[in-house]
């Protein structure tokens, strides 16, 4: 039985996987994963009928330039598509672009142009956001979080946003205001929200995880206390505008929610519920997780675990070439030290199995990717992996899209 899978994120490959015909193997793919891509004309007939603001033409109209904020690498957002939709009906000529990393390392001019395109890149400013400087203090919200938003952000009349819903391991789902905090805000504000108020990583040494938090992943949203937090900072910060869109395993724009930064993520979330659910079955002898969406945060795709019998083995499939994002927050920065103010150890995840087997072209040594522990095989081909596994007939499980499917 052959398998194909997506692969090799902003070149978009596929990969084969060629399983022996003796043995029993369930692709388990997300309900929406067969939804076509949005037309042209569909997504700017949701741009032109916004939800809860008024369409973009207006909220232009006095106004002498427009920042476009826009999710980075470790989003799979065509975002290219609809910024060229955004420059036609803001028709500005003073417009830049920042790239809402957050904590997450810099981008350069290769990453803009697989995100934004080759045109937006060579005709208009493309910023990486420096969450250490270059910060306007726009005062604490009521979580008692203080502040710091991008300065060159601020300093636009206009400030527009582009990203995706998808399920997020602390926010229950991503989308919304997360553009903005982290994405746009200072150190000390993305620290507050993820270890103060959340209580994660190297918080969770001293105190347990807020209740809204724990096991978030595509099950909170609107109740989550750091996505409440962040949407203070995105109203402090007068965004005017988001686009969010739902996307498939080929990162196809399938659904798509515009206008108020709060109102259109909550309507996205309605759809992202089922569009990302995935049925589950338990007791797989092997589960091969695919890390595409997301390949660059490949340990979120472990979560499948949970689907392995005691002691079974995790294929986890990744092909980043740009390897593990590092996090100024969460990361690690060297072997002696445990790496970022709130670092995260290894997922509890993996514990569950008995074996992992990582099968990537692009393997690192520094353990910036931490699902590589010490028991890990590390693989280049399927042939490979197929020799690790043995021949014996095996009940296997394949997750198309591990790093954006959900469980519940």
């Not at 042209?40 to 109209?61: F, H, S, V, Y």
Request: net charge negative; aromatic share 8%.
């Amino acid at each position: 039985m052959i398998v194909r899978l997506p692969s090799h994120i902003w070149q978009d490959r596929e990969i084969e996987l060629d399983f022996p015909d003796d043995w029993e193997v369930s692709i388990l793919r997300m309900k929406g994963d067969g939804c076509r891509a949005l037309s042209r004309e569909e997504m700017l007939q949701a741009m032109r009928n916004p939800i809860g603001t008024k369409p973009l033409k207006k909220l232009a109209e006095g106004k002498d330039s427009a920042v476009i904020i826009f999710d980075d690498l470790t989003r799979p957002t065509k975002a290219g598509e609809i910024a060229e939709l955004i420059l036609e009906e803001i028709k500005m000529d003073e417009v830049v672009f920042v790239c809402a990393n957050g904590a997450h390392g810099t981008f350069d001019r290769e990453d803009f142009v697989a995100k934004l395109g080759q045109r937006i890149v060579e005709n208009y400013p493309v910023f990486n956001h420096n969450p250490y400087q270059n910060l306007d203090y726009l005062g604490e919200t009521s979580y008692g979080n203080p502040i710091e938003i991008n300065a060159e952000v601020m300093s636009h009349p206009l400030k527009i946003a582009i990203g995706s819903i998808l399920p997020h391991p602390q926010f229950g789902f991503g989308g919304g205001a997360k553009i903005v905090l982290p994405g746009v805000a200072g150190i000390r504000s993305i620290v507050y929200k993820h270890g103060i108020l959340g209580g994660w990583g190297y918080a969770e040494k001293f105190r347990e995880l807020h209740p809204s938090c724990s096991m978030a992943y595509g099950r909170v949203n609107e109740e989550n206390i750091q996505r409440k937090d962040a949407e203070e900072a995105a109203r402090m910060a007068k965004l005017d505008f988001i686009v969010n869109v739902l996307i498939n395993s080929k990162r196809d724009s399938t659904h798509i929610f515009a206008g108020d930064v709060v109102d259109a993520q909550r309507r996205g979330v309605d759809v992202a519920r089922d569009h990302y659910s995935t049925q589950l079955e338990f007791d797989f002898d092997v589960v091969v997780a695919n890390a595409y969406s997301k390949a660059n945060e490949a340990t979120i795709a472990t979560w499948t675990t949970v689907c392995l019998k005691e002691g079974g083995t995790l294929v986890l499939v990744c092909n980043a070439k740009g390897g593990q994002v590092s996090h100024y927050v969460h990361g690690r920065w060297g072997m002696r030290r445990r790496g970022g103010t709130l670092y995260l150890p290894p997922p509890d995840t993996l514990n569950k199995a008995g074996k992992v087997i990582l099968l990537s072209e692009f393997h690192e040594k520094q353990p910036a990717f931490e699902v590589v522990h010490e028991n890990a095989v590390k693989v280049k081909s399927w042939k490979e992996v197929l020799e690790e596994l043995g021949r014996d007939k095996k009940r296997v499980a394949v997750f198309p899209d591990a790093t954006i499917q959900k469980p519940f």
